[in-house]
């Protein structure tokens, strides 16, 4: 089994990933937030038309749909439909003790992968492209899960 101690480099090439994926996560709800407060509109719920610091004479029109609010929103979402998989998938990984050429080209390949997809998806570019990069980093977290199952299973 694969040591999870900062004297393995495949430890800490997932830790260096792992961590870069939190940041994106994080980052990305920070987005949300900032575009939320600079548009003052795309608020998600009623309750939050009531006044206060940052929404000082909040209006009905506020919780309409904001497409420069509802793109960091979907994109926040769409790391989290994502990003913990690799997370579960990456220390597996680590526990079975791939080569350390396999483990970076898998992991820094997904947060390539996800950079990537963040990127198209920022600046509007198609679906087939965003899709691409989404098949990329789907693709290695599913190969690191059958490697994982490969050396338990035999």
């Given at each position: ?7 393995n480099?495949?430890?800490v090439?997932y ?17 949300t937030v ?8 795309g ?8 006044p ?11 919780l ?7 793109r960091?929103r ?8 994502n ?8 220390a ?7 080569p350390l050429w ?5 992991l ?16 509007k ?10 098949t ?8 690191m899960?059958?490697?994982v ?6």
């Amino acid at each position: 089994m694969g040591a999870f101690t900062l004297e393995n480099p495949v430890a800490v090439t997932y830790i260096v990933a792992a961590a870069l994926m939190v940041l994106k996560v994080m980052g990305q709800g920070w987005m949300t937030v900032y575009r939320l407060t600079t548009a003052g509109a795309g608020l998600a719920s009623p309750e939050d038309l009531r006044p206060g610091p940052l929404n000082r004479a909040p209006h009905p029109s506020q919780l309409a749909a904001n497409d420069y609010v509802d793109r960091a929103r979907r994109m926040h979402r769409n790391d989290l439909e994502n990003i913990p998989a690799f997370w579960m998938a990456g220390a597996l990984f680590v526990a079975v003790a791939p080569p350390l050429w396999l483990a970076q080209v898998m992991l820094y390949g997904f947060v390539a992968a996800r950079l990537a997809h963040a990127l198209a998806y920022a600046t509007k570019q198609s679906h087939e492209l965003r899709a691409t990069f989404y098949t990329i980093g789907s693709l290695i977290v599913i190969a690191m899960a059958v490697y994982v199952l490969a050396i338990v299973i035999g």
